[in-house]
């Protein structure tokens, strides 16, 4: 063999040796993402491990820097909860109004293009996957901010500095990886008497301490086997803490219920698609039971008006989602603003957007409660924006 061709060779066998290298480094990671997108737990339902942030010694007043100064919030009323946010920001959206909109004036127009970044902090890691979506909107009492991440794991923040006080990972478990219809996702928490309020993925809520992070209640919502997550952020009204799952692309009847803020228990729960007698029934065939299938789940918090003690929220598309020639119909309550008395879960009244809806052209958006001028007269109306491009 010539010089030139044990030339050839060796540099055909280092491209080939280097090629080898890569690949093993190239599968290694892959390897190494794959474990740690499926692997979140051991399977079973989810479980949880709490951190919790010490304070240093010092004397003076100064920033809330540990979990055991977290001032703890009261029962809020119902008037509480529906003003305009000023001091705090006890709702997602800022009260049970819906309407996001705060009465304070310190930033505007004039000065809004000086604000900058104050602190920046890493939520350890968590929901930072591929599958993951950052959907919370923060909640704020006394200092302390309180956000969820997709992993459904919750922070306790000093808004002042930005440190972690605590936290608490749910661990929800690899066996939900089959079984998520929409996004692994949590909507934000409820705040009230003391307790946050959350949604677990894989079918639960559960009342977490605001000083700690201790879950101090955990109840099953609906079973993920059967297609149910639940993303949505809780409702704390009245006592009680309101919630519903989602999964209308597997067949599932949705609903909304509420259960006891300081035990768990059920109060009462509406099923978004009538039952047999109930009205409504008959836009649904009678030939099948699709109805048990229909979908018409629930995606956003309830907004509330304290003065008529009404709940408001809007529900998913119908079951299957693409496919209506087995349900002939309006197929209500699908894709339909509903009113609920908040004490008994009765409904009060609807308005279905899309009626027998075959192109997933549901009401997923939040309802918003807001005064309006119609014919020259305030009238106090609802709003929900639509994936038809209409605000109905």
């Known amino acids: 063999m010539s010089d030139d061709d044990k030339a050839g060779w060796g540099e055909f066998f280092g491209i080939v040796t280097t090629f080898a ?46 979990a055991d100064e977290i001032p703890v919030a009261p029962a809020f009323t119902p008037a509480e909860l529906a003003a305009f946010p000023t001091t705090n920001w006890i709702t997602p959206p800022g009260g049970t109004l819906g309407d996001r909109y705060s009465a304070l004036t310190q930033i505007n127009a004039s000065n809004a293009s000086q604000l900058k970044g104050d602190w920046l902090t890493a939520l350890n890691g968590s929901g930072t996957l591929e599958k993951y979506s950052q959907e919370a909107s923060a909640v704020e009492y006394d200092g302390v901010i309180y956000t969820a991440t997709g992993a459904d794991d919750v922070f306790a923040i000093s808004a002042a500095t930005g440190k972690i006080l605590w936290e608490t990972k749910a661990n929800v478990p ?76 597997y067949g599932v009847r949705g609903f909304i219920s509420a259960y006891n803020a300081t035990t768990g228990q059920l109060v009462w729960k509406h099923y978004n698609i009538p039952g047999p007698g109930e009205p409504g029934h008959s836009s649904w065939p009678s030939d099948n039971n699709l109805w ?101």
């Open 174 to 249: 690899a066996s939900t990886a089959t079984s998520v219809c929409c996004g692994w996702d949590n909507r934000g928490v409820a705040l009230g008497d003391g307790m946050l309020f959350t949604s677990i993925l894989d079918g639960y809520v559960e009342a977490l301490s605001q000083k700690t992070g201790e879950v101090l209640w955990k109840t099953a919502i609906a079973p993920v086997t059967s297609g149910w997550t639940v993303t949505m952020a809780p409702l704390y009204e009245d006592g009680m803490v309101i919630i519903g799952p989602v999964g209308a692309e």
């Open 292 to 392: 048990e299938h229909g979908g018409a789940t629930t995606w956003n918090t309830p907004t509330f008006d304290p003065k008529l003690g009404l709940m408001y929220y809007s529900t998913g598309n119908s079951g299957e989602d693409f496919e209506g020639k087995e349900r002939a119909g309006d197929d209500l309550y699908s894709s339909t603003i509903i009113a609920l008395n908040i004490k008994t879960g009765n409904m009060a009244w609807y308005y279905q957007t899309v009626h027998h809806d075959i192109w997933d052209f549901d009401d997923p958006s939040p309802t918003v409660l807001m005064n309006v001028e119609v014919n020259g007269k305030m009238e106090e109306g609802i709003a929900e924006p639509s994936k038809t491009g209409y605000v109905y």
């Open 21 to 66: 290298i890569g690949a093993a480094l190239v599968l290694a990671v892959g390897v190494g993402i794959l474990i740690g997108y499926y692997a979140i737990g051991s399977g079973g339902s989810s479980s949880h491990n709490v951190t919790v942030a010490q304070a240093p010694t010092r004397s003076g007043a100064h920033a809330i820097d540990a």
